[in-house]
């Protein structure tokens, strides 16, 4: 069954044009921020809108410590779940009810941003609106059977006409990404929907029902990595991620592999390019490079953004965080102070032309209606 969306533009040109007063919050000196900024005795609420026990709950409880100790004032910080709407429903309320006085601020997936980039008649937030303090990346990593006898991304080639079979969560969902990719690839891949989670993906293709697949990093390593190493299966490429220019790098969790990029010119002799690459490069952007952006209320004070982007940035570079993220955070460089302005605007803009190709692309495809 497909999902109705309307038309709503994500806002590009608003965005841009409050980058430079966001930007201006991270130039106050840092004396003068706490001297007008101080939490002491408050509890500051982090709205996750998803349930507990899911990637963004356990980022934000991960965090949460380390952010508290480096507020002014050192407050309490809370994590808030408010689920439902796949995190439409908590994001909608933030987003209208919020204060924006320091008090609460919330982070979202690229789940939440799939929406908004789409145009689901559903969203009533802005991200334009909503400044960021914090942005976090994640990555994945293609992988086929050995059987297959493809030894690498360069040997691709070798199954294009062949149909593959994926099984994914549905056609809106962080699994639009891989969809995006086989297509530009020319992999014939039929996907096959209702998956629950990466994990019944994986256990499809450990049973012969898929014959492709992605694993988020984490899972890579522990799931996928055994089935390397006893030849079961063969390692593509990973997604990427993204520098501070915007540009695809590799995956410093797995630098000998080539990032989506790369394999698209090994199979094509040629870089991607045009709508359909603008397109990819969004919802890549938006569910993997800059998948978890944590952002406070509209209208708040460049004061109160300063000292959360400070508070943030100190709290990365935490010996304490660093030493214990891996788990959680991965080996991602985690984007603070000035880098997370442009990886912002990736995670939460899109083209005009790129969201009317891919809305026609999954209407035309797999029947989801706008």
Known sequence: MGSDFEARGPGRRRLLQGA????????????????????????????????????????????????????????????RNVPGGGSITGTNDFYQRARNDGSTFIGTSGSTQFPF??????????????????????????????????ANARELGKIKDQELVYGSQGATSLDLVPMLAFHLLGLKVRHVFGMRGRGEGRLALERGEATIDYQTSSAFLTQVRPMIQAGNAVPLFSWGVLDAQGNVARDPTFPDLPHFVEAYEMMHGKKPSGVEYNAYLA????????????????????????TYRRAFAEAVADPDLQAKKEEVLGDYEQAVGDNIQRLYEVATTIDADAREWVRNFLTTNHNVRF
């Open 283 to 306: 919802f890549f952007g938006s569910g993997f490079a800059a998948q978890k952006p944590a952002m406070l209320p509209r209208g708040t004070s460049p004061e109160i953004i300063a």
């Open 20 to 79: 430079a007063a966001l930007g201006m919050a991270t130039l106050l000196p840092a004396a003068a921020v706490r001297a007008q900024t101080n939490f002491a005795g408050k509890t500051i609420e982090w709205v996750i809108p998803f349930a507990e026990g899911g990637g963004s709950d356990v980022w934000a409880r991960f965090m949460s410590p380390y952010l508290a100790k480096y507020l002014p004032g050192r407050p309490s910080v809370i994590v």
């Open 117 to 150: 980039l789409l145009g689901d008649r559903r969203v009533r937030y802005d991200y334009s609106n909503m400044p960021p303090v914090l942005v976090s990346p994640t990555g994945g990593v293609v992988y086929l059977p050995a059987r297959f006898n493809v």
